[in-house]
């Protein structure tokens, strides 16, 4: 997937603002500044918003990812941050052309099986309102795709999901003929389970012993990584020989 780096990338904020298709926040800056938080350039002119002794007051949890020292708020992060962005829509990923679900499992099925054009934006806030765009880095590519979960920074490597699920789909099924009751793992889409991301070990010893295959499937199944078990909650079920049948993306911004 090319990418045009002749004009600047936009930051995470402007990117997703555009996308949601509300208007930046402030007045005219007097001179060139620089976001605090998306760490936007600005330049004279752009709308920006005066950083106050109670911009990052007590209630504003996130300190430690302001990296870099910071003139003002800029228009776009200033507009994201109301309701809307903190909790109505932070389940989602926004490209160019809008902002898309991403909440249930059809949403995070259509992300992986036809995953939006670089560059975009993808959030998955599993708590109460949060700020969750404009710290979470641009994904630049469609084969390892980058997700904010929570506090995490989610690195999902598409073709080792869809093979997962192949693997994922033999191993249950031979477990139905060996007799094996339940599934091979237990993925557990918040991550706040300490089984997420570990095979049974019956079912690994099993399966590994009955067959080359069976031993390549374990294999590629211990292979992921938290963020590849978390598509795999979501997608694990789905026919990858039927295309017809995957869900499609749904575009909730602008509305
Ligand atoms: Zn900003």
Redesign the pocket.
């Known amino acids: 997937m090319q990418i045009d780096f002749s004009t600047p990338l936009p930051?995470s904020?402007q990117l997703f603002r555009r996308a949601a298709g509300i208007d930046p926040q402030g007045s005219p800056a007097p001179r060139d500044c620089k976001?605090a938080?998306?760490a936007?350039q600005l330049k004279a002119g752009d709308p920006v918003n005066a950083i106050g002794k109670d911009t990052f007051g007590e209630s504003f949890n996130n300190k430690l990812d302001i990296h870099e020292a910071g003139d003002v708020?800029?228009g776009?992060?200033a507009a994201l941050w109301q309701r809307d962005f903190l909790m109505k829509y932070s389940k989602t990923y926004a490209t160019p052309s809008g902002v898309f679900k991403l909440a249930s499992n059809e949403d995070i099925q259509a992300f992986i099986l036809t995953p939006p054009r670089p560059p975009f934006v993808a959030v998955y806030n599993t708590r109460q309102q949060q700020h969750m765009i404009?710290r979470t880095p641009l994904c630049l590519s469609n084969e390892v795709l980058i997700v904010r979960l929570d506090d995490e920074i989610l690195h999902i490597d598409r073709d080792k999901v869809l093979r997962a699920v192949s693997a994922w789909q033999r191993t249950l099924a031979r477990m139905k003929e060996l007799g094996f009751k339940g599934l091979p793992a237990y993925p557990e889409r918040t991550l706040s389970s300490r089984a997420t991301g570990s095979i049974r070990d019956d079912v690994a010893e099993r399966i590994s012993g009955d067959s080359e295959a069976g031993a390549r499937d374990i294999e590629t199944l211990r292979s992921l990584r938290v963020g590849e078990w978390w598509a795999m909650c979501a997608i694990n079920k789905v026919d990858l020989d039927s295309p017809a049948s995957w869900p499609l993306p749904v575009k909730l911004l602008p509305a």
Do not use: E, V
């Open positions: 930051t904020s976001c938080m998306c936007a708020l800029c776009d992060c404009w």
